[in-house]
């Protein structure tokens, strides 16, 4: 099966603060992605990665950046946290190369700036 | 625009009435089409992908069928266990290369079965 984990379940952090959420994929998957939900927006695309040290912004990448140094290992940084980052972020993973492309996701970071 | 749309928004039903979600979409050229499955609190899970018109998937009480320009989820006689939201994603064929896997998701129904 494959297993997509976030480092943290519940985060709590100060307006201002640097901010790492850390994804990790054991598939040996191309592709990992950072979303992130809010009630009534649905999943929004931040930043994807489509090999190591490679990313594509996605549709919100203001105020977020990532980084990708190992082909398992996916970070989410937000350089100066805002009470308007509030949210659930979830990572996903897929297989990369192959024509249909299933997403696999994490549980989620639920994240508090206040 | 949105490029997925799905309706209803939320959907109640009594346990054992089946019903369908709708899941249309307007990319011009379909790769797959996705749906999953998302209890709160927690990340979606995958159900099925659907690839071309007129292929069905079937797991437990759910069943997915694919059109052209749409796709629905049939709930069948749904159990109080059957309640969360349901989440459909397309993958187009105007990505190519490195956002070859990316994919556009509708905003979900949310389905609440009661007892």
């Known amino acids: 099966d494959v297993k997509v984990t976030q480092s943290s379940r519940y985060l709590v952090k100060r307006t201002g603060e640097k901010v790492f959420l850390e994804c990790v994929q054991d598939?040996?998957?191309?592709?990992m992605f950072w979303y992130r939900q809010d009630p009534g927006l649905g999943l929004r695309l931040i930043y994807f990665?489509?090999?190591?040290?490679?990313?594509e912004k996605g549709d919100i990448p203001e105020g977020y950046s990532v980084s990708r140094e190992k082909k398992e290992r996916f970070s989410l940084i937000l350089e100066s946290a805002s009470t308007n980052q509030t949210s659930m972020y979830l990572c996903a993973s897929s297989p990369g190369g192959a024509t249909q492309e299933t997403q696999y996701f994490g549980p989620g970071t639920r994240l508090l700036v206040l | 625009e949105d490029q997925v749309t799905q309706s209803p928004e939320a959907l109640r039903l009594q346990e054992g009435e089946s019903s369908s979600l709708n899941c249309s979409y307007t990319?011009?050229?379909?790769?797959?089409l996705f749906w999953y499955r998302q209890d709160p609190g927690k990340g979606p899970e995958f159900l099925f992908t659907?690839?071309?018109a007129g292929e069905e998937k079937e797991k437990e009480r759910l069943k997915a069928t694919l059109t052209k320009k749409e796709s629905f989820l049939h709930i069948t006689a749904p159990k109080p266990e059957d309640s969360a939201t349901y989440l459909c994603?397309?993958?187009?064929?105007?990505?190519?290369?490195?956002?070859?896997?990316?994919?556009?998701f509708g905003r979900g129904t949310q389905l609440t079965v009661w007892p």
């Open positions: 598939m040996d998957h191309e592709n």
């Open positions: 994603a397309v993958q187009a064929y105007e990505d190519r290369g490195s956002t070859l896997g990316r994919l556009y």
């Open positions: 990319v011009s050229g379909l790769r797959g």
């Open positions: 659907l690839y071309s």
């Open positions: 990665s489509y090999d190591v040290k490679m990313k």
